[in-house]
């Protein structure tokens, strides 16, 4: 078999305000939420079409620091949808803030935003080929 990314670990301050923004907000699946010791948690969430968040509590001030740009400011994290408006007008009613309007690229449709920790996404619609 060869080999598979299945999970991307991401700083959070707070693992249940982690959990409900991912959920309610983005509509991720929590599939894991695991005691592992001491103030300590194995929470996963998984994106309504595939791909997994390990949602990582951090545990030193050198952690905490990279909170929300773990990619030193470029978009760190991709999200695709068949329908790019609907999606859009459905963040944005959640809640989420669009840095940009939306541009059409060679690749297909796309805007970056920003989570709650400020982390930078883009929502991208492919083009059909």
């Given amino acids: 078999m060869p080999l598979q990314l ?4 991401l700083l959070v301050r707070d ?3 982690a959990i409900d923004w991912y959920t309610r907000v983005l509509g991720f699946r929590l599939l894991e939420d695991e005691a592992r010791g001491p103030g300590k ?6 994106a309504p079409g595939g791909g997994r968040l390990l949602l990582a509590r951090a545990a030193t001030p050198v952690q905490a620091s990279q909170i929300g740009n773990q990619c030193g400011g470029r978009v760190y994290l991709f999200l695709h949808t068949e329908d790019f408006d609907a999606e859009r007008q459905r963040l944005e009613a959640a809640g989420v803030v669009f840095e940009e309007a939306t541009r059409n690229e060679d ?6 935003f920003r989570d709650l920790y400020g982390n930078r996404w883009d929502l991208i619609q492919p083009l059909a080929h």
Avoid: P, Q
């Fill in 6 to 9: 299945i999970m991307s670990a």
């Fill in 15 to 17: 693992y249940d305000e």
């Fill in 41 to 46: 948690r194995w929470v996963v969430v998984e």
């Fill in 107 to 112: 690749f297909g449709r796309v805007a970056i």
